[in-house]
């Protein structure tokens, strides 16, 4: 199974982006759906996690009520809704899923897409 994170792109701050995560196979199951961020020259952080059903739903430190992960169940995708974007949000998103039932480290994960650049700049 493959992953594909698409929206990315160049934000002024405050700006809106949403990102999208979807499996190359519709019928793919998983128990947690997360994302990830990595700026340059930084290590890959959390930044949020959804259950299969479409909830519970976690975030990365200081992120809730700015960011927020949803499950399209037609379609199979989860998105993320990055409002009120700062610089320092800047870098590329992942997507990944896991089986498991833990979702909040990078080694949890099974499945990984290939990213998506995010760049918040004036």
């Known amino acids: 199974v493959q992953l594909q994170a698409s929206g990315g792109g160049l934000v002024q701050p405050g700006g809106s982006l949403t990102l999208s995560c979807a499996p190359s196979?519709?019928?793919?199951?998983?128990?947690?759906m997360g994302w990830f961020r990595q700026a340059p020259g930084k290590e890959r952080e959390f930044v949020s996690a959804?259950?299969?059903?479409?909830?519970?739903?976690y975030y990365g430190n200081r992120l809730r009520g700015r960011f927020t992960v949803s499950r399209v169940n037609a379609r199979n995708t989860v998105s993320l809704q990055m409002n009120s974007l700062k610089p320092e949000d800047t870098g590329v998103y992942y997507c990944a899923a896991t089986s498991g039932t833990q979702y909040y480290t990078v080694s949890d994960y099974t499945y990984w897409g290939q990213g998506t650049l995010v760049t918040v700049s004036s």
């Open positions: 959804i259950a299969w059903r479409g909830s519970p739903t």
């Open positions: 196979e519709r019928t793919f199951t998983y128990n947690y």
